[in-house]
Nanobody
């Protein structure tokens, strides 16, 4: 099994930056594909970014392309989401997800097996 804990959320002004971290524990973390999803109040959970187990493939939602960057450091069992040029519409709870060794990045939430509890990101205007 894989356990995930997100951190780094907070309150930031529009145009600012935040870096989210997701610390993972588990024997097979190095082979897990990882993803970030978010859910705003009154809305469905949506895909944000994903990265393959090796870090060689990344995918982003159109709404965050050019502003967000997903990366991973397998030696530290950690995945990151660098968020720049933040907008009020980025306000949401951000969730980290991992698959169970499949290793292929995907935007589909059902492909992931493990989820963190989320971290709140609030962007003020």
């Amino acid at each position: 099994q894989v356990q995930l804990v997100e951190s780094g959320g907070g309150l930031v002004q529009a145009g600012g930056s935040l870096r989210l971290s997701c610390a993972a524990s588990g024997r097979t973390f190095s082979t897990n594909a990882m993803g970030w999803f978010r859910q705003a109040p009154g809305k469905e959970r949506e895909f944000v970014a994903a990265i393959s187990w090796s870090g060689g493939s990344t995918y982003y939602a159109d709404s965050v392309k050019g502003r967000f960057t997903i990366s991973r450091d397998n030696a530290k069992n950690t995945v990151y989401l660098q968020m720049n040029s933040l907008k009020p519409e980025d306000t949401a709870v951000y969730y980290c997800a991992a698959d169970d060794g499949r290793g292929i990045a995907t935007m589909e939430g059902y492909e992931y097996d493990y989820w963190g509890q989320g971290t709140q990101v609030t962007v003020s205007s």
